[in-house]
């Protein structure tokens, strides 16, 4: 069984999910969706992402790493944390998050990124 290598870069991604303060890119490949999430400061997940899809929290869980800029993620059962450049990240279902500063923050996603911002 011959399988073709794939080689793919976030200039030219598969799809763009765009909303206020952000963007998402996505590649596919070698059967998983990988995201790139970039936020300006002052964006907020329950603002610019879940108003528009009318969701009070994000359902979605995500596990990837943070490139740069530092984000918090509050959890719905009140447990908040901060991740900064370097930062492997697991962050279950259930959720708000934010950009802290002045710098865009970006970060990978490795698992969920297929179902994040996405309009059914």
């Known amino acids: 069984m011959d399988l073709d290598v794939v080689l793919k870069r976030f200039e030219r991604p598969d799809e763009v999910r765009e909303f206020e303060l952000g963007r998402f890119e996505l590649v596919h490949a070698g059967g998983m969706t990988i995201g790139r999430a970039t936020y300006q400061p002052g964006w907020k997940w329950s603002v610019h992402v879940g108003a528009p899809l009318g969701q009070p929290s994000c359902q979605v869980e995500h596990v990837g790493m943070v490139v740069s800029g530092r984000a918090t993620a509050a959890m719905d059962n009140g447990e908040i944390i901060e991740m900064r450049a370097g930062d492997i990240f697991y962050i279950p279902r259930g959720h708000d998050s ?23």
Do not use: C, P, R, T
């Open 98 to 120: 934010w950009v802290v500063g002045d710098e865009a923050y970006v970060s990978l996603h490795f698992m969920g990124a297929d179902k994040y911002a996405a309009h059914d």
